[in-house]
Structures are given as structure tokens and as C-alpha cells.
């Protein structure tokens, strides 16, 4: 991959200057130049309370990773550092109180479709704890990476994701960047493509098909991840800003944070609000995911519709949990740390 300093540097004002004239949406390398603006953030076609009401967004320009982190880009983060993410690190019996040393091993939650009709309103009879199941073992110990590097890391929790945006200069994207960069110029419409599930006949994401969480039909040519440029980028050239895999915001999860942000007019880069708090799961420190996942279907979870919103327990992850990251746009910012 081209990313010596010299290179990254004329990307960069080769960028700075289709941005001076209006043409967003120039990759730098791997990264996307997002130029600022106000827009509408929610969702009015999706039946989510949290997402709802719509309100008045402004940002400022930022870089965003064209694509979410590979595997190819993972591990290349974890030989420069040796990082081991929290999938692969034994759970401190401190912080989990109430389970028994014995069950406390390294592992991750792995898609398991049942074998039979099951209610969807108990994720657990389709989620598997595995051991040593982590982004190099996606399905367990037995599982490798092979033939999936160009495919997202997964298996990713939170702090694993802040480090490695971190070691490379960067940081995860707010919600609202996030949004702002799905809907890749489009307003108001259902999805990071525009107001078709599929246009003109085809999937525009690695999606679910099929009855879930039993038979998945695969009509996309992917039962799991795929590779991060598999399905047409948005307006903006990113990929993958729905389906494949969930991506990690910065923001904390609260119900309430739109209800909130709207009653404050136009709202400017917003973080996020400052606490935490799911009422369906009060012990859980969470934060906002986006863009949904292969296991996403029109009929459960349809969280790649682009307004929508999904929250993590920031020490969990699975096997359809990834992310990307972002940096903020200055004027010599072009020329990246050159790591990825
Ligand atoms: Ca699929």
C-alpha cells in the first residue's frame, strides 16, 4: 500500500484543493475528505423512538476511512504494537462480580443460527459465547483469517477500536459524522443509497436475506462478512456505511439524546451526551454502533437503514462488530500519519 509520507502529502493537497472547489468525496489513500455542513439527523422511516426527532446537525469537515479496518490493516496495528484486544484477554474477575472464575475466559460472541424456529425477542438463541473466538479466529480457535483479509476486523470492542484509531493518529467518528457520512449527500432518504433496498434488482449491502436467525439465503453472495468494497460506495465514495458490519461511534447510547439535541436548535458537532443509559439494560455501559450488520434483515434489526441507531456494551463485541475511523479536517492535515 502507498503510504509514504511524500505520497500521503500530495494526496493530501491534491484534496485540499478539489475540496477548495467544491469536489468532496476525493479518497486520500484510504481516507475520504467529508466537507462540512448542516443536515437533518434521525430517522422518519424507521419506527424507532431513539431515533426521532429529526433535528439540525452542523459539522465541521473531517477524514473518514474510506472502508472499515480490515484485517489486513488490524493486524498490521497489532505487529507495530503488539496490542491484544479484550476478546484475546482473560475478563478480571473483579470487574464481573457476579460470574464464576471458572467461566471467565477469553473469548467472544459468535453467530450460531439455531436449528430450528426461535422468538426474536431473545438474542441469546443465536449467539454463542466461544472461546478463543476473537477478530484472528473469527468463528472460534479452529477458524482463521485466511482469504479474509480484505475483510473488516471483527470481534472489535470499543477500547480496541479507540486504540487502534489512536495509534494511527486518528479517533472514532461521532454519531452525527457518521450519519453525515452515510447518507453521502443524499437528504432524507432510507438508506446510504438512496430509497431502494435494492436498485435496479441488486443488493447494495451485505445483508440478511432469508428467514433469520435460521436460513440465511445469502442472495448478496455473503452469509458472513464480505470484502469492505464488495457492494457500490456511497455519494461520498465510502463503503460499507450499511450492512457488513457494525461500526463503533464515540458517542455514549441514551434513548433520549435526540429528544435533547433538538430542543437546542442547530446543534454543532456534537460529542454525544455525557453518561450512558439503556433502559433495557441498566448495568451496561454503552455506546452508539452504526450501520448494521450481515445479520440485518428487513425484518429484524433493519439497522442499515441510514437514520437508525444501535448501541454496544462498550466491553462486548461479536462476530459482525467492527469500525472505521475519522480525523479532524485542518488545513495540513492531508498527509496522514501514514500507517494505515
Ligand atoms: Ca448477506
Request: glycine residues 12%; proline residues 6%; contains cysteine.
Amino acid at each position: 500500500m502507498s503510504c509514504g509520507g511524500i505520497d500521503m502529502r500530495l494526496d493530501g493537497w491534491v484534496a485540499l484543493f478539489l475540496w477548495a472547489n467544491g469536489l468532496t468525496g476525493f479518497a486520500s489513500s484510504n481516507l475520504v475528505l467529508i466537507k462540512g455542513g448542516r443536515f437533518e439527523m434521525g430517522c422518519r422511516h424507521c419506527n424507532l423512538e431513539d431515533a426521532l426527532p429529526l433535528h439540525q446537525v452542523e459539522l465541521s469537515s473531517f477524514w473518514m476511512d474510506q472502508t472499515p479496518v480490515t484485517n489486513a490493516q488490524f493486524g498490521a496495528f497489532v505487529r507495530r504494537s503488539k496490542y491484544l484486544t479484550m476478546a484475546q484477554t482473560k475478563p478480571n474477575p473483579a470487574d464481573y462480580p457476579s460470574v464464576q472464575p471458572e467461566y471467565l475466559v477469553a473469548g467472544s460472541a459468535v453467530f450460531s443460527p439455531p436449528g430450528s424456529a426461535v422468538s426474536l425477542n431473545h438474542a441469546l438463541a443465536w449467539w454463542r459465547y466461544v472461546e478463543g473466538a476473537s477478530w484472528r479466529h473469527p468463528e472460534g480457535p479452529a477458524t482463521n483469517i485466511g482469504g479474509r483479509l480484505d475483510h473488516p476486523a471483527v470481534h472489535i470492542a470499543f477500547p480496541d477500536a479507540q486504540a487502534y484509531c489512536e495509534e494511527t493518529g486518528m479517533r472514532l467518528p461521532t454519531e452525527a459524522e457518521f450519519e453525515y457520512a452515510a447518507r453521502g449527500g443524499l437528504d432524507g432518504k432510507k438508506y446510504a443509497w438512496g430509497d431502494e433496498l435494492k436498485p435496479r434488482g441488486k443488493w447494495a449491502a451485505n445483508i440478511w436475506q432469508g428467514e433469520f436467525p435460521r436460513k440465511n439465503l445469502a442472495e448478496d453472495g455473503y452469509s458472513g462478512t464480505s470484502p469492505v468494497r464488495a457492494f457500490p460506495s456511497n455519494g461520498y465514495g465510502l463503503y460499507d456505511m450499511g450492512g457488513n458490519v457494525w461500526q463503533w461511534t464515540s458517542d455514549w447510547y441514551r434513548p433520549d439524546t435526540y429528544r435533547l439535541d433538538a430542543t437546542a436548535g442547530i446543534v454543532r458537532n456534537p460529542r454525544g451526551p455525557s453518561t450512558s443509559h439503556d433502559p433495557f439494560d441498566p448495568g451496561s455501559l454503552k455506546r452508539v454502533q452504526r450501520g448494521g450488520s450481515f445479520l440485518c434483515s428487513d425484518h429484524y434489526c433493519t439497522r442499515y437503514l441510514v437514520g437508525s441507531r444501535g448501541k454496544g456494551g462498550i466491553d462486548s463485541a461479536g462476530s459482525n462488530t467492527g469500525f472505521r475511523c475519522v480525523k479532524d479536517f485542518k488545513s495540513d492535515s492531508g498527509s496522514k500519519s501514514g500507517r494505515h
